[in-house]
Nanobody
Framework: QVHLVESGGGLVQAGGSLSLSCVAS????????MGWFRQAPGKEREFVAA????????VYADSVKGRLAISKVNAKNTVYLQMNSLKPEDTAVYYC??????????????????WGQGTQVTVSS
């Protein structure tokens, strides 16, 4: 079992920044990679970014490239999502997830076995 807890969401104006954190506990050594996803009202959950367990490889959705950055500190079992130049369309609940199924940086939610409870990010125009 892997337990994930996100924090750092909130309300910010367009162009502003937020930093999300995800603390992992439990059998974290089973995770191949970690990912961030988001879900806006009435929409499907979508991939945002993923990072390998070592932190050496990352992948991003095209819509966030150059604005959002995923990172991790293994000593703290924590994954971060730094969000800059935020847009109203970034408004969503953001979820942290652990991939314990397969190696590689996966974009589909089905590859992720464990999920956090989510944190709300609202960007006003």
């Amino acid at each position: 079992q892997v337990h994930l807890v996100e924090s750092g969401g909130g309300l910010v104006q367009a162009g502003g920044s937020l930093s999300l954190s995800c603390v992992a506990s439990g059998r974290t050594f089973n995770a191949y990679s970690m990912g961030w996803f988001r879900q806006a009202p009435g929409k499907e959950r979508e991939f945002v970014a993923a990072i390998s367990w070592t932190g050496s490889n990352t992948v991003y959705a095209d819509s966030v490239k150059g604005r959002l950055a995923i990172s991790k500190v293994n000593a703290k079992n924590t994954v971060y999502l730094q969000m800059n130049s935020l847009k109203p369309e970034d408004t969503a609940v953001y979820y942290c997830a652990a991939n314990t199924i397969s190696g590689g940086l996966m974009r589909l939610p089905t590859w992720y076995s464990y999920w956090g409870q989510g944190t709300q990010v609202t960007v006003s125009s």
